[in-house]
């Protein structure tokens, strides 16, 4: 028999609902757009944390976005796509592998969206606190070129960022640290790898997130050290995801005692807490029928009922049990 605490049941696992869960992801992709537009911050400042991070990669030698933008400047057949690349998969192959998720992988789904929200609102921290300049907008000087303005003529972008023509104005073009393209690439990197089930899927899993590392310093729109952070950004909302999940079921579980408790309905555990040692015959007993806890199973030193229905036992001291006097008469 499986020992059960009264008062304390096992909560069932709250439904997935597209109801819910559309206007969840909507209002985070919100909330990162608005973020991008509220941290634009000082222009100077920018290129000063551009610089900056430029200055400590050639002390590092790591500064591998010059050569890459050169390669991807000189060679249309890399160039193009790389732009295409950048300005697309960020917003299909996340969203696609969430979807995926919710209809295949339901049990993995809510810790694997929560993982991705929380590290997006990381970088929307980042973004905030470091507004940087990327390299295509340094000056030229700074040996970079803009690939995105140089083949805008091949896509539906213009030169002043991956958002469609027109519509630059309302990007912010100086959150580039943290690298939330590499960030979500590592994010579906790591769901591929996991959840894919054949080495197709595993081997997309790996070159995804290093093929839009390569991307992002190609196209001179982040930095090495900005895909750093945005693998890091990654990391710390994988570590926090699990406290974010039993915060929010914290809430949930308030909500619906509130909203029992606003509709008249009673808990039986509370009910039985309060009632009264008289007040037995009117409600339910608190246990089964015959004194049992399970079936052939009976409380220590239980007697059998010899009388008859409606019968009413006397008091007498060997009925009272351990021992104790009989109540005065």
């Known amino acids: 028999m499986q020992a059960v605490t009264p008062g304390i049941e096992a909560a069932p696992r709250p439904r997935l609902r597209w109801l819910t869960e559309l206007p969840l992801i909507l209002l985070v992709y919100a909330c990162y757009s608005a973020g991008r537009l509220l941290a634009r911050g000082d222009v100077s400042t920018a290129v000063d944390h551009g610089l900056a991070i430029l200055r400590i990669e050639k002390v590092l030698h790591i500064n591998a976005e010059h050569p890459l933008n050169r390669l991807f400047t000189r060679e249309a057949w890399l160039g193009i796509p790389a732009d295409f690349w950048y300005a697309s998969l960020h917003y299909l192959v996340t969203p696609a592998l969430l979807i995926w998720l919710f209809r295949s992988r339901t049990k993995h789904y809510r810790a694997a969206r929560t993982w991705l929200m929380t590290s997006t609102f990381i970088g929307l921290i980042g973004f905030t606190l470091m507004p940087t300049c990327p390299p295509r907008l340094l000056s030229a000087g700074y040996g970079f070129v803009d690939t995105m303005a140089q083949y805008s003529s091949y896509g539906w972008w213009a030169g002043e960022a991956s958002a469609p023509r027109g519509l630059g104005s309302m990007t912010n073009q100086y959150a ?19 959840y894919g089930g054949t080495r197709l899927t595993k081997l997309a899993g790996v070159l995804y997130p290093l093929v839009t590392t390569i991307v992002v310093m190609g196209t001179a729109n982040h930095y090495f050290l900005d895909a750093v952070a945005g693998a890091a950004v990654m990391g710390a909302g994988l570590l926090l995801a699990p406290y974010v999940m039993r915060c929010a079921n914290r809430v949930r579980m308030r909500l619906v005692a509130r909203v029992s408790t606003s509709g008249g309905t009673a808990s039986p555990v509370a009910g039985s807490a309060s009632s009264t040692p008289g007040s037995h ?22 007697r059998e009922s010899r009388l008859g229905p409606g019968a009413e036992p006397s008091a007498s001291p060997a009925d009272t049990g351990g021992g104790a006097p009989a109540a005065a008469r």
């Open 176 to 194: 580039a640290m943290p690298s939330l393209h590499v960030g979500w690439a590592l994010w579906c990197g790591v769901i591929l790898w996991r």
């Open 281 to 302: 015959a009117a409600g339910a007993s608190i246990v089964s029928g015959g004194c049992q806890t399970s079936a052939g199973e009976r409380i220590p030193r239980q």
